[in-house]
């Protein structure tokens, strides 16, 4: 089965609009876009409460990431495998994963905090999954508390 949304036409724009209302209807106070080097939309930045009070997040889209699945696999056209299709299919699997989230936290299967701490950034300004990360990198070569 090829990558999810290959196909999509959507606009980035118009899929950040609806990322945006999505989590506007779930009380976000603050949304601004991340850019890459080129001034490339790359994520959202976002402020919401959470159980734990008001926390901040950034919700990366690697659009070069879906641009190399696509590349490899060979059920996506060639003429499909550009930067720009990437960049749609991208933003559209944010959107799907970002509402998949939402209904979990709306059935009260999950928290924000708990789907979303991954993306929850630190006192650091870093995201807790790049702490975490880098943490178990060092615990592993036994730097850090590892030994």
Do not use: C, H
């Amino acid at each position: 089965m090829p990558i999810l949304n290959y196909t999509t036409e959507i606009a980035v724009g118009k899929t950040m609009g609806e990322i945006q209302t999505a989590l506007a209807r779930r009380g976000v106070q603050r949304i601004s876009t991340l850019f890459d080097d080129e001034g490339t939309p790359a994520g959202l930045g976002f402020t919401m409460k959470t159980d734990y009070g008001v926390r901040e997040f950034e919700l990366p889209v690697r659009t070069a990431g879906v641009l190399v699945a696509m590349q490899r696999d060979p059920k996506v056209p060639k003429p499909k495998q550009t930067t720009e299709q990437a960049a749609r299919v991208a933003w559209r699997i944010a959107k799907d994963w970002l509402e998949a989230q939402a209904a979990l936290i709306d059935a009260g299967l999950a928290s924000l905090d708990e789907v979303m701490l991954p993306y929850m950034l630190s006192p650091g300004g870093r995201t807790f999954y790049v702490e975490a990360r880098e943490t178990m990198l060092a615990i592993e070569s036994g730097g850090a508390d590892g030994g």
